[in-house]
């Protein structure tokens, strides 16, 4: 049966989710509540939502609800959420770190009811004017530690990420928040600090940083991810990133003492390894 | 009148180049010549080159003189090539650094038919079996050192940008190799370090890699760029990449050192700064 589905803040994330979910007849109706008034409404005439509402009214009204918050926001968010809801109604978050959220929920009474889940996909534009259909198709989606979830939740919310096109994979809250610290949350810090460093040195010629169109573009493209987004993800993660970030520093310094010396076997051989990169990725 | 181009190096830039020069009516006829004659062969099949022949008969029966080899190979190629040449024939190189050739032509009697060029487009892949048509699009394309070559050389070699729909700036080898190391060079060392580190950490778990599709594909794309191509490129540039990629490091290590002191209010600075590279770059 389809379901009313209240969503909770009215991004990139959450727009794509549930414009998809109603296209695919797994939600009936979207209510959606959002801290920000200007996105409540550009996302009523985006059709992204069919009602504005008030976060109780969204609880009381809703059969499962979408936290699709910053992450700090979401901590607060889902025990103030399972502490005003009924047993048939489930809670999921598709936030991008989970440890601390799953220490925050360990013991509520109603934890069973929650999902912790991770749709991996975005792009580096937010808001409700960012939402697109497809954003998950064929996309991995990550359920975190299954076994505190009650099975009537994990059934209706795998059928919810089955009806996006996603790929599941189930993995504890540790795990989760060391493989992204790697594959998504470094790839953000050396974004950023690229972007930090070429504006620093390229202060007055816009043209010059249209000049490498794709391989510059490509590098620093999540340098333009919002901060209202990452700065909580960072503080967060912050136990999982630092040891990443040391290993990537040393790295890099290896590359960098290797040119200094020219010394072009290790260079190459540096060059070789990161090529093999090729063979882990999917075309 | 149509010219008969000589291509030297028939690879992803070189390929791509005439592909569109053919269909536009700029060449009549293209000869191939390459080390590889794997390469060769393949270029011949894919219809990139009509006629494979040696590097004098090439230099002997061409109009333009395409060479798009490796850096290191391009320093020897182009006094090779003016040693050769009648005063109505003309050469360009395509390569990705200039400095360390333009004081190897500096003083050849032929030096005013060579014009030194960079088309800045490209993908992470190799080979003629890379190439294809409209990769240079709207993308910009470098004449170094203007004045070095003669009127007539700029104007045919101008007349051929032209026709593969690029945009020229003008600007000498010093400024090329310091802007390029800035927007190119930089962002291959960042991309190879960020591999070999990811690589180093999930030795296991292909499926990891996969996860993050988006963001951690788009920041490691360059990583898969060939070693051929760009380990001469680092040697040739290490002299303007190496304080680059000191200033990359510095602010790399200051926002670990956020993270690590938890400064939200200087960790949310560094975000919002990296933000400007919005404004700087085309949509």
Redesign the interface.
Known sequence: MAKVIGLVGVGLIGGSMVLDLKEKGFASKIIGSDLSDTNLKKALELKIIDEAVDLDNLISRSDIIVLATPVNATVELVPYVLDRISEDKFVLDVGSTKSMLSDAVANHANRGNFVATHP????EFSGPEAAFKGLFKD??A?ICDPEKSNPKALNVISEMYYHLDMRL?LMDAHSHDE??G???H?????????????????KD???????????????????????DM??PI??QN?DH??P??????D???S??NY??Q?D?EQ??K?????????D???K
Chains 1, 2 share one sequence.
């Open positions: 991996m996909s975005g792009t996309r991995v990550i994979i493989h992204v790697y594959v998504s470094l790839s953000h810090a050396i974004s950023y600090a690229l972007a930090v460093a070429v504006l620093d040195k390229e010629d816009t043209a010059i940083f249209n000049l490498a169109a794709g391989g510059f573009a490509s590098t620093v493209r999540l340098a333009k991810s919002s901060v990452w700065l960072f503080e912050a990133i630092l990443i970030l040391d290993i990537y520093l790295k890099l310094s590359f960098r040119l200094e020219r072009t260079l190459g540096f060059i070789k390894e990161a090529n093999r990169i090729k882990k990725l999917k």
